[in-house]
């Protein structure tokens, strides 16, 4: 069997041979031409997602002012900022709500204006020190009038979901969508076979380090994301059946483009973030074709009751990508209709941007300098007992 | 008891929008009237045989596009309501002497394409099936004709693309 590395791969690219399809585009190619041929015929699959990712945020250094002030209240657009860290560095993160206007307006619309280029109204207060005398603060900033300002997202693109329903006789409201009664619908939550860590399930060829499509621009891994779950059943083919691994992001929000980063507002649960992410996955050898090739009828995932508020929610059953995307499932003898909440068409336009990039000789694959943990699972948290 | 119920009715509300009704005045040339109203229920209420006296009283023509009844709470209805611009006019005016507020839906939802990222959460909630995905491009496809004017799709957008011009 062949063998293909990154190096020689990086070689095409640069004088802009490679071959690059996308992981729908490779299915048609492997039916057509074997794996074998598609190894022969194809360098690079690229993958997209864009859904909403609760822990994302970015970190901002806003520079000094005269006199200087060491921040420790920060407010963006009446969003509250973490101030915790020196003098006039922050983090927004994207589910923060407005003080003033609620649920309407959080921290992925504070970030959302600064890629836009839009102003934002910042408003800093400190208890004033000897070497930063100044207690308060009022600025407008712009991403091009501040230092740095770099998304970072402890987790996102997650490696497939439980898809989401309610069995109860009220209507509920959750990160997963709105959930209508007695089993009223079903929501679901990847792109399937174009989902990055669904196309390498045992992470061969993403790691920390590996350079990504993030919003727009060329970001990287950073490190396993938060909650990271390797351990998590998998199917024959590799694919875990749920949630399972995860990824720490990073990337310049100064390139980034506001197309592919766009806030959210889910009624009643609260401000979160649609990030476009896409990946880049070198065909090593015939094993990396099978494992991109995978189709969404041998993806599976499973369907929890969020009508249950507990850690663990009751399963109804598992289904695969293929029934959910035809527009309904089977859950014991009833029909329940269909709605996903991750925008395939916005994660074909991300892997097919990306695989311009690559066929153009513009974006790189980058080895990873360290292996994403394969093993292991997260911890529960527990209350106190007693005092 | 909590009961709250969805009815939905598929497609038949625009087969008969297309008869002869306008849509926009709710009047027809024969001194028919059709009005699509929301009905909300104070709590308590829920109980009260309204449609069957809407029926029976004032000979009108009803059909329920959508519900949401909680029996504590103020429920919500949506209903075709048809008959003489006369019947019609006195069944609004039964309602409000019945304490139940209701609004005559006109206009329509607004669909901002630009804003939309074609992610399919209003698909969920919508009740007529007047928003679905197409399965090719998985693009939002909305069919205003079909749609209710129950505006449940702009409060589940989570970017705002749905919306009633007021
Ligand atoms: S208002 Fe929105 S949710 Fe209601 S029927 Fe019309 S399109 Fe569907
Ligand atoms: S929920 Fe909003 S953004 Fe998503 S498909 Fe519907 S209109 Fe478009």
Same mark, same amino acid.
């Given at each position: ?40 015929? /194809?360098?690079?699959? &690229?993958? +997209?997602?864009? $859904? %909403? ?9 806003? @520079? ?121 619908? /079903?929501?679901?939550? &990847?792109? +399937?076979?174009? $989902? %990055? ?9 993403? @790691? ?131 709605? %996903? ?47 | ?166």
């Amino acid at each position: 069997m062949g063998y293909k590395s990154f190096e020689e791969i990086n070689e095409k690219i640069r004088s802009k041979k490679a071959v690059v399809v996308t992981a729908e585009e490779i299915i048609g190619i492997v039916d057509e031409k074997g794996v074998g041929g598609a190894f022969r015929d /194809v360098d690079v699959v &690229t993958c +997209g997602t864009f $859904s %909403p990712m609760c822990s994302s945020g970015a970190f901002l250094n806003f @520079g000094h002012s005269d006199p200087p002030i060491r921040m420790s209240k920060i407010w963006l657009n009446d969003v509250p900022a973490c101030a915790g860290l020196a003098a006039v560095d922050a983090y927004i993160g994207a589910t923060e709500l407005s003080e003033s206007r609620g649920m309407e307006y959080g921290g992925a619309h504070v970030i959302e204006d600064l890629i836009a280029g839009r102003k934002v109204k910042l408003r800093a207060t400190s208890y004033g020190t000897d070497c930063y005398p100044r207690r308060e603060l009022e600025a407008w900033i712009t991403k091009d009038s501040i230092n740095e300002a770099y998304m970072f997202n402890p987790r996102n693109c997650y490696q497939n979901y439980g898809a989401a329903t309610n069995s109860s006789d009220r209507t509920i409201y959750t990160y997963m969508g709105t959930l209508l009664p007695k089993l009223g619908n /079903v929501n679901y939550c &990847t792109a +399937g076979e174009l $989902s %990055p860590l669904i196309c390498d399930p045992f992470y061969r060829t993403i @790691g920390l380090g590996s350079r990504i499509f993030l919003g727009g621009a060329q970001g990287y891994v950073a490190w396993q994301g938060t909650q990271h779950n390797p351990s998590q059943p998998r199917a024959e083919n590799g694919v875990p059946i749920g949630g399972a691994a995860c990824l720490a992001l990073i990337g310049d929000l100064k390139q980034m483009d506001p197309r592919y980063i766009r806030a959210a507002v889910f009624e009643k649960y609260g401000v979160t973030m649609f990030v476009g992410v896409g990946t880049a996955i070198p065909l090593l050898d015939e094993e990396m074709v099978r494992h991109v090739a995978v189709r969404n009828r041998d993806i599976k995932t499973e369907i929890f009751d969020y009508s249950v508020g507990r850690r663990s929610k009751p399963s109804l059953g598992e289904v695969s990508y293929e029934e959910l995307r035809s527009g309904s499932v089977q859950v014991g003898s009833r029909t329940i209709p269909t709605a %996903p909440l991750s925008s395939l068409k916005m994660a074909r336009e991300i892997a097919q941007t990306l695989k311009g990039w690559i066929a153009r000789g513009e974006f790189e694959l980058q080895t990873p300098v360290a292996a994403l943990p394969r093993e292991g699972s997260p911890q529960a948290l527990e209350d106190c007992e007693g005092e | 008891m909590n009961s709250e119920k969805r009815i939905g009715i598929n497609g038949r509300a625009s087969d008969r929008a297309n008869a002869g009704v306008s849509a926009d005045t709710g009047e027809t040339s024969t001194g028919e009237k059709r009005v699509k109203a929301l009905l909300t229920y104070p709590p308590g209420a829920v109980g009260k045989p309204i449609t069957y006296s809407l029926v029976r009283q004032f000979n009108l023509w009803i059909n329920i596009l959508h519900a949401e009844i909680a029996a504590d709470k103020a429920g919500r209805l949506i209903m075709d309501i048809q008959g003489s611009a006369d019947d019609v006019d006195r069944g609004l005016r039964f309602l409000t002497a019945e304490d139940i507020e209701y609004e005559i839906l006109n206009g329509s939802i607004v669909w901002d394409e630009d804003k939309c990222v074609h992610c399919g959460a209003c698909t969920a909630v919508c009740p007529s099936h007047a928003l679905t995905m197409d399965n090719l491009d998985w693009s939002l496809l909305f069919d205003k004709e079909k749609c209710y004017l129950c505006r449940l799709c702009t409060r589940a957008c989570p970017v705002g693309a749905m919306s009633t011009p007021i």
